[in-house]
């Protein structure tokens, strides 16, 4: 997808196409105001305050058309310059940019206005020098925007488009955006009835449906089974604590607005958890511990509630209660690298077993300034920061830094993706903090019988099952690989009258083996039923007639392409079994 923001010519078009949609709106709805109306990366958008009047999908239209008609006046794009003054006397009827203008910086000595024929907006440029440029562009959406991003704000109406230089650019740009609609997780979510979401259950609390819930299944087995092996130890703890194990860890202070509001029972206060930590490091701190006893990986498939803006609230990728593929590694300060490397090893050897080759690694650090968000200890920041750096040069692997991303206990080192639709996102990360465990006050015997605190590394690899399932389904665009497939095999008899019973033989013989089929036995006709197969991008397809019933064959057809293979029962069943068991991706078959 073309970034706008990174083409300087894109960039202007697409700000002079907000003023064109401004003008246009102007026209159609006399009392709107207006907001701001920048060039972002996949275009433009307005904020605007219409009053009482909501945006509807089919006025799009109608302000495009009017577009159009401004366009067409060929008017001239022209820069004014005011005194702060004069500004204020000019938009004096309009609090939005009042409000602007009043903020602006003491030194800004000039203020600039764009006109367009009836139309002024306040703006800094630059623009196109006339609106018959404007001729390839598009609105795309729109939504409710909260002014200043505040929702105790009046909420405004955002409307997006995009702009090009020429019919084939836009063209693009639009095949580029209907294709990700297809690959949206949503969509394919309410498609393959993977997912739901109730408004009584409330907004960011997705209920995972049958056929979800055998991918989320598939994935805990997978990754435990993995976790297992490199010596983790599973535990389950409650979903709350009170507010005093929060104040302990520091969440109360640090991560209290990410947090559900506190509920009394009998004399407690609770919180519904937003991190496990807290559980962990009391597991650790259940007994003494040797230093040949660490690490000590204390893992966990752990339920957490945060409060996300509901604006942001989306699908399986961001919710308010979520999974965690959580666990706590309790090490010495000799052992943080090797452990780091450990982990990152992990996260590239599952990235690998899921064919995920588009992603980033992000170094996220503290921000100084932010005194609310980390906690105050310069020493220990830097001291963490320089040992990630560290470790990262060993292992060798590209990452970017951000600062203000880090935990408020650490740095991290995050995997970045780009989901379908919006922006960047966190997959999987790896945290290194020396606070916690001394807020726990946990320890350690040394060698010579001291006592000294451990080190924690926090590491999710999947992140949460949530996150993750929303992106392997874009991944795949819901064509997912065998062993993680809902339903395995469509088995389907020529005509059900005929080869009925014998689709039940097989379909039968397949369930018996572990393989999750399904019979359909339907009164429908073959292609009708062959179609719908394919829609539902089941991975064996197979499909008995006379021939196979007589000579006890299978005939299947895989996902996605067109021929058709004939093998013994037996045959059959070891092919797809091995395919199942190797985990294999689909374009390894
Ligand atoms: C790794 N205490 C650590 C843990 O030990 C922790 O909670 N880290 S976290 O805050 O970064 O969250 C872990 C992962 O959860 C993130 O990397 C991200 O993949 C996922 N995640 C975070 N917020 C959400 C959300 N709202 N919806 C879905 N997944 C989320
Ligand atoms: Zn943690």
New binding site residues.
């Given amino acids: 997808m073309i970034n706008i923001k990174e083409n300087e010519r894109l960039e202007m078009l697409n700000h002079s196409c907000a003023h064109l949609m401004a003008q246009a709106i102007q026209h159609l709805y006399p009392q709107a105001k207006f907001w701001v109306g920048p060039a972002i990366e996949e275009g433009f958008y307005y904020d605007i305050d219409l009053g009482d009047e909501v945006i509807k999908e089919e006025d799009l239209e109608r302000i495009e058309r009017e577009m159009k008609k401004c366009a067409k006046d060929a008017k001239n794009i022209i820069r004014h310059e005011l005194t702060k003054e004069e500004a204020l006397e000019k938009f004096k009827d309009d609090p939005y940019k009042i409000d602007l203008i009043s903020r602006m910086d003491e030194n800004e000595t000039v203020i600039s206005c764009y006109s367009q024929g009836d139309f002024t907006d306040l703006c800094r440029g630059p623009h196109v020098a006339n609106t018959k440029e404007l001729k390839y562009f598009k609105l795309l959406k729109f939504s409710g925007a909260y002014w200043k991003g505040d929702s105790n704000n009046k909420m405004l109406q955002r409307i997006y488009g995009v702009c090009f230089d020429n019919q084939e650019d836009l063209d693009n740009c639009l095949k580029e955006i209907q294709e990700a609609k297809e690959r949206d997780h949503r969509k394919i979510g309410k498609e393959q009835e993977l997912f739901m979401n109730h408004e009584l259950v409330g907004s960011g609390m997705p209920l995972w449906l049958p056929n979800g819930a055998i991918i989320r299944k598939q994935l805990e087995n997978y990754i435990y089974e993995k976790e297992q092996k490199l010596g983790y130890l599973h535990v389950y703890t409650p979903c709350v604590g009170t507010v005093d194990l929060y104040k302990t860890s520091g969440h109360w202070d640090h991560y209290k607005e990410n947090m559900f509001p506190m509920m009394k029972v009998d004399e407690e206060e609770f919180v519904l958890r937003p991190?496990?930590?807290p559980h962990?490091m009391l597991i650790y701190g259940n007994k003494l511990h040797s230093y040949r006893d660490l690490p000590i990986r204390i893992g966990e498939f752990a339920t957490d509630f945060r409060y996300e803006a509901s604006g942001a609230v989306k699908g399986l990728e961001r919710v308010r209660c979520m999974c965690q593929n959580?666990a706590?590694l309790f090490v010495r300060p000799d052992q943080i690298g090797e452990e780091f490397k450990k982990v990152v090893s992990l996260i590239l050897d599952v990235y690998h077993d899921f064919g995920i080759k588009d992603y980033k690694f992000r170094l996220s650090l503290r921000d100084k300034e932010d005194k609310e968000k980390y906690f105050d200890d310069d020493q220990m920041w830097d001291e963490a920061e320089a040992k990630l750096r560290e470790v990262l040069k060993d292992l060798g692997v590209e990452y970017f830094e951000a600062i203000g991303e880090a935990?408020f206990y650490g740095p991290k080192l995050d995997v970045e993706v780009k989901p379908a639709v919006g922006p960047e996102v966190t997959l999987s990360t790896c945290?290194l903090?020396f606070l916690?465990p001394r807020r726990f006050e946990l320890s350690y015997i040394d060698s010579n019988g001291e006592k000294q605190t451990p080190v924690?590394l926090?590491r999710?690899i999947f992140g949460t099952f949530d996150r993750f399932t929303a992106f392997l389904i874009e991944e795949t665009k819901g064509a997912f690989p065998t062993w993680l497939a809902p339903t395995q095999v469509k088995v389907i008899p020529v005509n059900p009258e005929y080869q009925g019973d014998y689709g039940e033989e097989v379909n039968n013989l397949l369930l018996e083996n572990g393989v999750r089929s399904e019979l359909d036995n339907r009164n429908e006709k073959l292609g009708y039923r062959l179609r719908e197969a394919q829609t539902s991008k089941t991975p064996y397809t197979l499909i008995l007639g006379d021939q196979e019933k007589q000579d006890k064959t299978i005939s299947y057809r895989l996902y996605g392409e067109k021929d058709t293979t004939t093998l013994p029962q037996k045959e059959f069943i070891q092919l797809i079994k091995k395919e199942i068991d190797e985990k294999r991706l689909r374009e390894k078959r």
């Fill in positions: 991190m496990n930590c962990h959580d706590h935990a945290q903090d916690l924690v926090h999710a």
